[in-house]
């Protein structure tokens, strides 16, 4: 890539944005931002408790994200960001055009597994089915790439970064 991509890492909760966006930002060299440092209090709170967000929720935390995404444009940088509904990625689109998406995908035995193992989130394993449901996969004419969750983190963010390599130069 000769001009860096803002990109989206996304995908239910579990597949390990947390874990391959800051390992993908580091191999593209480019700023990593945490997609749960973008949500309000309220949002949070919700979620602790068990809460699925409904999308009014979810429309501040987008457009923090988006506005973000929009001042990294021409720079590069790497965000997560479920982004399970084409309507957010398209609002996250209107805010930063260029932006494409790592969707991370897998079983759903092994993203439940991997969240009953992980300490200190604000996102309970009883929340997976309702992201699942939810979960619009990227469409054929959406910049972004699918990459698979099975292996290493070092595996994924490989397999990542090369399907980055084939997406067309980012529109500013």
């Not at 084409?86 to 790592?102: H, K, N, Q, T, W």
């Not at 054929?140 to 969750?149: I, K, L, Q, Y």
């Amino acid at each position: 890539m000769n001009t860096p991509h803002v990109v989206v890492v996304m995908g239910v909760a579990g597949t390990g944005k947390t874990t391959i966006g800051p390992l993908l930002a580091t191999r593209l060299g480019v700023p990593y931002a945490e997609g749960d440092d973008f949500h309000p209090q309220a949002n949070i709170a919700k979620m602790s408790a068990g809460t699925p967000l409904t999308d009014e929720d979810r429309l501040p935390w987008l457009d923090a994200i988006g506005a973000w995404a929009h001042g990294r444009a021409g720079l590069g940088g790497v965000v997560s960001c479920s982004a399970l509904k084409r309507s957010y990625r398209d609002r996250l689109r209107a805010a930063a055009p260029g932006v494409v998406f790592v969707h991370l995908t897998g079983d759903r035995a092994l993203i439940e597994d991997r969240m009953s193992h992980r300490q200190g989130h604000f996102m309970p394993t009883a929340l997976l089915d309702s992201q699942f449901a939810t979960l619009q996969p990227l469409a054929a004419d959406e910049a972004g790439v699918g990459v698979d969750v099975a292996g290493s983190p070092e595996e994924i963010t490989e397999r990542a970064a090369h399907a980055l390599q084939d997406l067309p130069e980012p529109v500013q």
